[in-house]
């Protein structure tokens, strides 16, 4: 069964104080590995697929990253509006041709205080 | 309209009620997807469709009736529902490739039954 740990449930940052989140997943076999924005009583904002480790991607002030069991997403000098839940999410291989599924995290709710 | 839109964004029923959620996708996508958040929890999935057919219904109870009349448009009926079915229900859509398989979300329904 797919699994997939984000850490820590909650971090508080101020302005411009980089940090880092976690995800930690177990999967027979990765697709892909999903990173979401959540904003309170919104739906999921996409904002980056990884597929194999030593990908990294990068936006604006996101970088995400994947090895073998993990992904990290570090958040450079945050401002206010980075204030968000994050979610990452795993998707198996196989069923390619029936719809994905994803397997999501509980997520890491960011504060960033001005 | 662009993306992922749902309607109506918030709806209150009793448990004896019938209601349905209806979801629109503008992008061309072949799969759509029903999930279901609940508070500290993670987004459970619900239901798969591809090109028009379900192809995945997890263990969902028969409260939760969906329907696909085509690619772009889902529906979720309601009925006899229970108190603890009161969440955040999100639609998604997705272009299946071999390469490629993002899945975007709408706005989501916030639902509470009494």
């Known amino acids: 069964e797919d699994q997939v740990t984000q850490s820590p449930e909650a971090l508080r940052l101020q302005e411009g104080e980089s940090s880092s989140l976690n995800c930690s997943y177990t999967?027979?076999?990765?697709?892909?590995l999903f990173w979401y924005r959540q904003d309170p009583g919104k739906g999921p904002e996409f904002l980056f697929t990884l597929y194999s480790a030593g990908e990294e991607k990068e936006k604006e002030r996101l970088k995400a990253t994947l090895t073998k069991k993990e992904s990290f997403l570090h958040i450079t000098a945050p401002k206010p509006e980075d204030s968000a839940t994050y979610l990452c999410a795993v998707q198996p291989l196989g069923g390619e041709t029936s719809g994905s599924r994803l397997t999501f995290g509980e997520g890491t709710q960011l504060t960033v205080n001005p | 309209e662009t993306g992922v839109t749902q309607t109506p964004r918030h709806l209150v029923m009793g448990m004896t009620n019938k209601k349905s959620l209806k979801c629109e996708q503008h992008?061309?996508?072949?799969?759509m997807y029903w999930y279901k958040q609940s508070a500290k929890k993670p987004l459970e999935l619900m239901f798969v469709y591809n090109f028009k057919e379900q192809t995945e219904n997890n263990s969902v109870p028969s409260r939760f009736s969906p329907e696909c009349p085509n690619s772009s448009h889902l529906f979720l009926h309601l009925h006899t529902l229970q108190p603890e079915d009161s969440a955040l229900y999100l639609c998604?859509?997705?272009?299946?490739?071999?390469?490629?398989?993002?899945?975007?979300f709408g706005p989501g329904t916030r639902l509470t039954v009494l």
């Open positions: 999967v027979s076999g990765l697709r892909g």
């Open positions: 992008l061309g996508h072949n799969a």
């Open positions: 998604a859509s997705s272009q299946e490739t071999s390469f490629e398989d993002t899945q975007y």
